[in-house]
């Protein structure tokens, strides 16, 4: 389901819309104030690799070749 975030051009409200299959303009409608004047901003995803939720690659210690941490040449990225 994909999910979009928009950012309200009246109340500079930021908020997420879940559309079903693609985005429906209808759909968008500010929480905070309802209106449908909107900008719609860049997602970021994050993606979880391995067991260990806390792990870090800032000491370098991350491999490319598996076993999670990050991903090859995203180390430090964060």
């Given at each position: 389901?994909?999910?979009?975030?928009?950012?309200?051009a009246d109340c500079?409200?930021?908020?997420?819309?879940?559309?079903?299959?693609?985005?429906?303009?209808?759909?968008?409608?500010c929480p905070s104030?309802?209106?449908?004047?909107?900008?719609?901003?860049?997602?970021?995803?994050?993606?979880?690799?391995?067991?260990?939720?806390?792990?870090?690659?800032?000491?370098?210690?991350?491999?490319?070749?598996?076993?999670?941490?990050?991903?090859?040449?995203?180390?430090?990225?964060?």
């Amino acid at each position: 389901m994909p999910i979009y975030d928009y950012r309200c051009a009246d109340c500079s409200k930021t908020y997420d819309i879940f559309h079903k299959v693609r985005e429906v303009f209808d759909d968008i409608v500010c929480p905070s104030c309802g209106s449908t004047n909107y900008k719609k901003l860049m997602s970021v995803t994050q993606v979880s690799m391995g067991s260990d939720s806390n792990s870090s690659c800032a000491d370098g210690s991350c491999s490319p070749y598996g076993g999670g941490g990050c991903a090859g040449g995203m180390c430090g990225l964060n």
